[in-house]
């Protein structure tokens, strides 16, 4: 199957692509996807996001897995430091979104939403930020208003380079959301100025909400200040069940964390095996 959907990619994107993906892209035995890539192995896991008081899943955020051949793992920051440096960076990047969609194709349903993670180095080397992208996924007949681009607020000192790429994204119907927020130097303006569909705030905050009184006043105002500016906020970090009970009282309708799921991938397994481990913290 991989190969077809490959061929119907490099068919429909030959004007716009500078190589095939099938240079880049294969299908494992197990049916999932995966890719290479200058000598590292790349593989995409998912860690699901929860709703409606751990009842629904909302979507996936996708995560890169990388090693040197199948034994030495390597840590996927390091990668993309290594290509940045190196060149090739938006090939890269666009044969890893590529992975985490048909992969995440295999898993979903059509109403599951693909949360997808922007390195920093691209915002300020691409003009038309999402249009090759948008084209991949009419390809493969995906709405594009199914994505969610992650961008990290305090990745760029120039938040206006920020502001035009969420722009760009937006303009093509993809949905937006600020990560890590309350991580370093955290704007409210930017908060306003970007309007998210998501703000997942750092699990610092609620690790540390654990531990200080005042922070966990505090938690359940950040959750409401950032709802009444139109946003979703998504608790991400969720590592044990007593954060799992603090983040349940803090309002925020999105829950995302190991002690709820760990980021997996098996096609035949997957749901099943999350929701033996969803049963294990209601």
Known sequence: MSQTVITILNEKMQDALLHDFDEYLFEEKSGQHAGHYRGFLLNSVFQPIFADELKTVIGYEALL????????????????????????????????????LLNFLLISNERDLLFLNVHAGLLT??????????????????????????????CLEDTSILKRAVRNFRD???????????????????????????VKLDSAILYGAMNNEKIRRILPKVVGLIQEAGSEAVIQGVE???????????????????ALSRPDFSVPGFMQ??????????
Not at 172 to 198: H, V, Y
């Open 240 to 258: 044990t069940l007593q954060q799992l009970d603090l983040a349940r009282q803090c309002g925020a309708r999105f829950l995302q964390g190991y």
């Open 172 to 198: 093509r119907g993809f949905k937006i959301a600020l990560s890590d927020f309350g991580k370093d130097r955290t704007s409210m303006q930017c908060l306003w100025e970007i309007n998210p569909d998501f």
């Open 65 to 100: 897995r990388t090693s040197i051949g199948r034994s030495l793992p390597v840590e996927a920051k390091f990668v993309f430091r290594y290509i940045d440096d190196t060149g090739g960076l938006i090939l890269f990047d666009r044969i890893c979104r590529t992975l985490h």
């Open 273 to 282: 095996k999350n929701t033996m481990e969803l049963s294990r913290c209601a």
């Open 125 to 154: 080397r691409v003009d038309s930020h999402g249009m090759i992208f948008e084209r991949i996924l009419h390809s493969l007949s995906v709405p594009v208003n199914r994505v969610v681009i992650e961008f990290e607020e305090s």
